[in-house]
Structure formats: structure tokens, C-alpha cells
């Protein structure tokens, strides 16, 4: 009888601990879980923050090109009225239809940021003659490319071949402005949706400087 004792005595502890080493995997387990269901959930967030950063040299080429882009449009919206050459005319169009779409995304990621518009803008184009040349470029300085008011109002009053002639100066000029910008955001920048637009205003108006000096009969 004793012995059978012992021995219920001897079960009834071996089951004891039995169900407190499985309790305590039970936690261990738990708590794991627990902890990689929280990185899980973190990772997405951390991937989103990287995603969107930016710096100020994001800032400074969307608050830049804005007003780039909108004279550029002041300009190109002349030739449908002024220019003598469809091929003129053809181009002009094409910058607006690349350009203004670019005016409008840019302002969403200044709006997103939290950071001013530049002075005078819209999410559309600027007035016609309205001069940007004294807008603060992205080291402190007059932005390249960009024509005072003087420009412009002689851009008004031609017509015809003259026209012709005066837009496709100004126009390469002012492309190699933005060339200049973009190229800066290219190295400098962190956005990477920034980055790639800059990328694209390089290769497309590189390729539409080489086209304007072609129509000027430059080579």
C-alpha cells in the first residue's frame, strides 16, 4: 500500500511538471509570435517612410521647375497664334503636353511636404509675360534658361518666320536651364519619383534642343 503511494505521489508530480514546462513553451511561443507579428507589421510602414523621403533638394527642384515649366508654357501657348511653321507649332504643343501634367504633379509633392509654392504659381500655368527671372534658383541664384520680362514681351509682338526664329533661341536656351536643374536633382536628389521625372526632362529635352537646332539650321 505504501508503495502504491509513493508511486501515485511520484505521477502526480511528474504531471505537474509536465504542465508547467508545457505552459511555459506555450508562452515562449506566444511571446515569439507576438514579436514577429510585430515586425512584420512594422516593415511595411518602414518601407513606405523610405519610399517617401525626400530632401531639400527635392524641395528646391519641384519649387524651382514649377515656375520653369510655367514659362515654358507661356511661351509654347504663343506659337499656336504666332508661329509661321507647323513644325514650330508641333513642338510647342508637345512641350505643353509634356510639361503641364509635370506642373501639376510637382505641386501634389510640394503640397504632400508640406512645403510653400513658389510665389505667383498654380497647379497650371503661369500669366503670359510674367517674369520669373528673378525667382531664386536652386543654388541661391537666377534660375538658367529663364527670360525677363523683356524676353517675353518681344515674344509677344513677333510674328511669323521672326517668330519662328526668336522662339526656338529662347527655347533652347531655356531647355538647357532645365537640363542644368534636372541634372542637379539627378545627383543631389533623394525622391526617387522626383529623380525619375528629372531623368526624363534630360532625355526629352536634350533630344528637343537637338531637334531646335536643327529648324535653326544649326548643327
Known amino acids: 500500500m505504501r508503495n502504491t503511494r509513493i508511486r501515485r505521489a511520484a505521477l502526480a508530480a511528474t504531471a505537474v511538471t ?11 511561443s506566444d511571446t515569439a509570435g507576438s ?21 531639400a533638394q527635392d524641395v528646391s527642384f519641384a519649387q524651382g521647375m514649377i515656375p520653369h515649366h510655367q514659362q515654358a508654357l507661356e511661351m509654347a501657348r504663343l506659337a499656336a497664334t504666332r508661329a509661321s511653321s507647323a513644325k514650330v507649332k508641333d513642338l ?11 506642373i ?23 500669366m503670359p509675360g510674367m517674369d520669373h527671372s528673378d525667382m531664386p534658383g536652386m543654388d541661391g541664384s537666377s534660375m538658367p534658361g529663364m527670360m525677363d ?4 514681351e518681344k515674344l509677344e509682338k513677333a510674328s511669323g ?15 538647357r536651364g532645365a537640363v542644368e536643374m534636372a541634372t542637379a536633382e539627378k545627383t543631389k536628389g533623394r525622391y526617387g519619383p522626383a529623380r525619375a521625372m528629372a531623368d526624363d526632362i534630360v532625355t526629352g529635352q536634350t533630344a528637343e534642343i537637338t531637334e531646335m537646332n536643327k529648324l535653326l539650321g544649326k548643327r
Open 18 to 28: 509536465a504542465a508547467l514546462v508545457l505552459a511555459a513553451c506555450g508562452n515562449d
Open 35 to 55: 514579436g514577429h507579428q510585430g515586425h512584420g507589421s512594422a516593415s511595411p510602414s518602414a518601407g513606405t517612410a523610405a519610399a517617401g523621403a525626400h530632401n
Open 92 to 102: 510647342a504643343a508637345r512641350i505643353e503636353k509634356a510639361q503641364d501634367p509635370e
Open 104 to 126: 501639376r504633379t510637382m505641386s501634389g509633392w510640394l503640397k504632400s511636404w508640406d512645403e510653400k509654392m513658389p510665389s505667383g504659381s498654380s497647379t497650371g500655368s503661369g
Open 149 to 152: 520680362g523683356k524676353d517675353m
Open 161 to 175: 518666320a521672326d517668330f519662328d526664329t526668336m522662339f526656338l533661341t529662347m527655347m533652347v536656351e531655356h531647355h
